[in-house]
């Protein structure tokens, strides 16, 4: 379980990095190299991105192929099949990917305090 919640919190080469655009061919300029990194681009990036990726499932995609958070990847399914409205798209969206965040980040600090703790 360490080793998984570590892969998904993980530094990403540019490559695996997730890249921001508004529409097919329109990059905003921004990109997102960890889970971390894509939360804070969510209050950064334009609202059409949002709503560009969202709508097309690029979100869940990365979140679950290239970080393998398949939970948080469900998380953001759910919001799109009941079909967010895009004026709270992006705050629903922070809200579920800084919960995740928080959860995972609580748990590997735990983890790493017992682990110091027993040995």
């Known amino acids: 379980m360490r080793e998984r919640v570590s892969n998904v919190l993980r530094n990403l080469s ?3 990095a997730f890249y921001f655009f508004t529409s097919i061919g329109n990059y905003t300029g921004e990109s997102a190299a960890s889970l971390k990194e894509f939360m804070d681009k969510i209050n950064e990036v334009d609202a059409k991105s949002l709503m560009f990726h969202f709508h097309r499932g690029d979100f869940e995609k990365w979140i679950a192929e290239v970080l393998e958070d398949r939970e948080l990847a469900e998380e953001i399914g759910k919001m799109r099949k009941i079909d967010v409205p895009g004026g709270l798209l992006r705050s ?7 919960r995740r965040y928080q959860e995972l980040t609580s748990w590997l600090r735990f983890t790493v305090e017992n682990t110091s703790i027993n040995e």
């Open 92 to 98: 629903r969206l922070y809200e579920v990917v800084s």
């Open 14 to 16: 540019r490559q695996k």
